[in-house]
């Protein structure tokens, strides 16, 4: 069983910046697919940004491409997400979740594993 814990949520104002974090008990995490979705109240839950297991290849939603910025350490299996230039319309509860057999960015019912999750507000 793989645990992820996110934190860095908290509320700013619009324009503001956040960095979220999330730490992996996986003992093979450089193997994993990692991202960040997001879920707003009353709204599915959308993937904003992914990392490949090497590192080097990203994925990005096309509502935060240009304002968020993923990465990931895998010696310290922590993957982040830096937030600038925040939106209201950014207000939702920001999850991580690791795949090891797929980068599904898009579809967030083939990933097995989730943080509890960690909510970032964006104020007008």
């Known amino acids: 069983q793989v645990q992820l814990v996110e934190s860095g949520g908290g509320s700013v104002q619009a324009g503001g910046s956040l960095r979220l974090s999330c730490a992996s008990s996986a003992y093979t995490y450089s193997s994993y697919c990692v991202a960040w979705f997001r879920q707003a109240p009353g709204k599915e839950r959308e993937g904003v940004a992914g990392i490949y297991p090497g590192g080097g290849r990203t994925y990005y939603g096309d509502s935060v491409r240009g304002r968020f910025t993923i990465s990931r350490d895998n010696a310290k299996n922590t993957m982040y997400l830096q937030m600038n230039s925040l939106q209201p319309e950014d207000t939702a509860m920001y999850y991580c979740?690791?795949?090891?057999?797929?980068?599904?960015?898009?579809?967030?019912?083939?990933?097995?594993?989730w943080g509890q999750g960690t909510q970032v507000t964006v104020s007008s």
């Open positions: 979740a690791a795949n090891v057999y797929t980068c599904a960015w898009n579809a967030p019912d083939r990933w097995p594993y």
